[in-house]
């Protein structure tokens, strides 16, 4: 018999302090998506993005000020290759799927 003990289920109200902010961020997120989608053209969309995240950025940076002083050097780094690589991929996928200039 294994000696490793499964984990407790969490008491109702631990588990929605723990599931709120999740619902919060699925809520702001896609509002911000119905928004954006209806405000963007394919010209627009990197400006869009930069707003959005430009707008919540300070928010987050205040809600989560003494993890983020927790965070170590090491830490920093790999958020930092971590959102490099994201990026890349976005700006490579973005690169592709944009339409055909419309001829004059």
């Known amino acids: 018999m294994s000696s490793i003990?499964?984990?407790r289920a969490l008491a109702p109200r631990r588990a929605w302090q723990t599931d709120?902010?999740?619902?919060l961020v699925a809520l702001f997120w896609g509002?911000?998506?119905?928004?954006?989608?209806?405000?963007t053209t394919a010209r627009t969309v990197l400006a869009v993005l930069v707003?959005?995240?430009a707008v919540v950025l300070p928010v987050l940076a205040a809600?989560?000020?003494r993890s983020?002083?927790?965070?170590?050097?090491?830490?920093w780094r790999g958020a930092a290759l971590l959102g490099g690589a994201g990026s890349s991929c976005w700006r490579r996928t973005a690169s592709s799927t944009r339409p055909p200039p419309?001829?004059?």
């Open 5 to 7: 003990a499964a984990p």
């Open 20 to 23: 709120l902010p999740v619902l």
């Open 31 to 39: 509002a911000s998506y119905l928004a954006a989608k209806d405000i």
């Open 51 to 53: 707003l959005r995240f």
């Open 63 to 65: 809600a989560g000020r």
């Open 68 to 75: 983020l002083r927790a965070l170590t050097g090491a830490q």
């Open 102 to 104: 419309t001829p004059v």
